[in-house]
C-alpha cells in the first residue's frame, strides 16, 4: 500500500516542570515562532505542546490564531461522573485541546497504568474527538527486534476497537531514553520505527497513523533519522523556545525532503 505522506510533527510536552506563569511564557513564544515559520503556518510541519492541566485554557486562548494544537497530558477512562480527580476528554473537547497523550511511561511506571488503562485512555480520547498521542516503547535496552515486538504488543493491546478513520498518533518511547542525557541510539530508532510502520501498514484502519520518536530528543536529532519518522516528541530538551525553532527548522527541512524537492 502507498503511504501519503503527513505533515511532519514535532510535539513538546512540558509535563511537570513549569510554573502557571513560564507555562504561559511558553505558549506565547510558540505562538511567535509559529506566526512567523512558513512551514508551519503551510502545515508542512504541524506543531503541538502540552502543558499542565491548570495552563490548558489559557494555552489554547494564546494559540487559537495560530495552526499550533494543543493537548493534555492525561485523559479519564470515563466522561462524566464519580470520578474525583479525573479530567473527562469531553471537557478536554469542550475547553480546545485536541489532543490527549496516553500510554506514557511516566504513567504507566509511577501511576501503575496498565495496557488496559491506556486502551481505555485511547478509546475515550477518540470518543471524544481528541487525537491521541499513544504512547510505546520497550522497557528495557536490547535488540530492536524485541523493541517491534513488545511495542507492536501495546500498540494491539492499545487499539483493539479503534474505529476505521481514526487519527493517531504513534509516540515510540524507549522507557530507558526518557530522562536520559542522550536520545536512543539513531540506527536503533531508525529500525523500530521502521518495524512499527510495516505493522501499522498491515491494517487498513491504522495505515495513516503518524510515527514520531521521543525520549530525550532534541535538536540535531531529526537529521539523524531522515524519513524514518514521522516526527519528534520533545521534552526537556525542547523548553528552551529557541531549541524549538531549531527543531521546527529541522523538521521543516525534513518536510521538503519528503516532498521531493530540495530543503
Ligand atoms: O514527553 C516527552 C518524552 O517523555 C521525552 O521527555 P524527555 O525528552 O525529557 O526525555
New binding site residues.
Given amino acids: 500500500m502507498t503511504r501519503t505522506l503527513p505533515a511532519v510533527t514535532v510535539g513538546v ?1 512540558t ?1 511537570m516542570y513549569f510554573s502557571y506563569e513560564r507555562s504561559l511564557a511558553y505558549a506565547r513564544s510558540v505562538a511567535e515562532i509559529a506566526a512567523e515559520h512558513p512551514a508551519v503556518q503551510s502545515g508542512a510541519v504541524e506543531v503541538f505542546v ?1 502543558p499542565t492541566y491548570p495552563a490548558l485554557a489559557e494555552t489554547v486562548r494564546i494559540l487559537e490564531r495560530t495552526p499550533v494544537r494543543v493537548g493534555a497530558q492525561d485523559i479519564a477512562t470515563a466522561d462524566s461522573g464519580a470520578f474525583t480527580g479525573e479530567v473527562s476528554g469531553a471537557v478536554l473537547a469542550e475547553i480546545g485541546c485536541t489532543l490527549a ?1 496516553v500510554g ?3 504513567r504507566r511506571r509511577l501511576f501503575g497504568e496498565t495496557d488496559l488503562v491506556t486502551r481505555d485512555k485511547t478509546q475515550a480520547a477518540l470518543r471524544n474527538g481528541l487525537t491521541p498521542v499513544l ?1 510505546i516503547g520497550e522497557r528495557m535496552p536490547g535488540s530492536t527486534d524485541a523493541a517491534v515486538d513488545e511495542c507492536v504488543d501495546q500498540l494491539t493491546s492499545a487499539l483493539a476497537g479503534t474505529p476505521e478513520g481514526s487519527d493517531l498518533v504513534v ?1 515510540y ?1 524507549p522507557h530507558w ?4 542525557p542522550d536520545p536512543a541510539p539513531a540506527w536503533h530508532i531508525v529500525e523500530v520505527c521502521r518495524g512499527l510502520r510495516a505493522h501499522l501498514a498491515s491494517d487498513q484502519r491504522l495505515a495513516s497513523f503518524r510515527v514520531i520518536y ?5 535538536p540535531g536529532l531529526l537529521g539523524q533519522l531522515g524519513t524514518a519518522v514521522d516526527g519528534l ?5 525542547a523548553h528552551d523556545p529557541a531549541a524549538l525553532a531549531t527543531v521546527i527548522d529541522e523538521a521543516a527541512a525534513l518536510a521538503a525532503v519528503r516532498a521531493g524537492s530540495p530543503a
Fill in positions: 510536552s509535563k502540552i497523550e506514557h511511561a511516566e504512547c509516540a518511547e531514553a526518557i530522562g536520559a521521543g525520549g530525550s530528543a532534541g516528541f520533545l521534552g526537556r530538551y
